[in-house]
Nanobody, 117 residues
Framework: QVQLVESGGGLVQAGGSLRLPCAAS????????MGWYRQVLGKQRELVAT???????NYADSVKGRFTISRDYAENTVYLQMNSLKPEDPAVYYC???????????WGQGTQVTVSS
């Protein structure tokens, strides 16, 4: 069984920064992709950023240059550093782990990010 635990959400002023960690525990297969997605009430969940076990990253156009995804392989933790937060960034941010060979997906419980203008 795999568990993902996110933290780091909260309220920040526009232009500010937040760092979201997500720790994975359980049976973690070596070849995987970890990532962050976000969802606003009434809208579909959307990709924010992903990072593979090989270190390749992918970002949504809306966050390029402002957000950085990284991972600590030893701790099975992925981080999302969010800088220059904008009024359009508030959402529930979800961590996801995808195993390459099986395609199995795991989701965290989500953490709320709120940006005040």
């Amino acid at each position: 069984q795999v568990q993902l635990v996110e933290s780091g959400g909260g309220l920040v002023q526009a232009g500010g920064s937040l760092r979201l960690p997500c720790a994975a525990s359980g049976s973690i297969f070596r070849i995987n992709t970890m990532g962050w997605y976000r969802q606003v009430l009434g809208k579909q969940r959307e990709l924010v950023a992903t990072i593979t076990s090989g270190g390749s990253t992918n970002y949504a156009d809306s966050v390029k240059g402002r957000f950085t995804i990284s991972r600590d392989y030893a701790e099975n933790t992925v981080y999302l550093q969010m800088n220059s937060l904008k009024p359009e960034d508030p959402a529930v941010y979800y961590c996801r782990l995808a195993f390459f060979h099986s395609g199995t997906l795991y989701w965290g419980q989500g953490t709320q990010v709120t940006v005040s203008s």
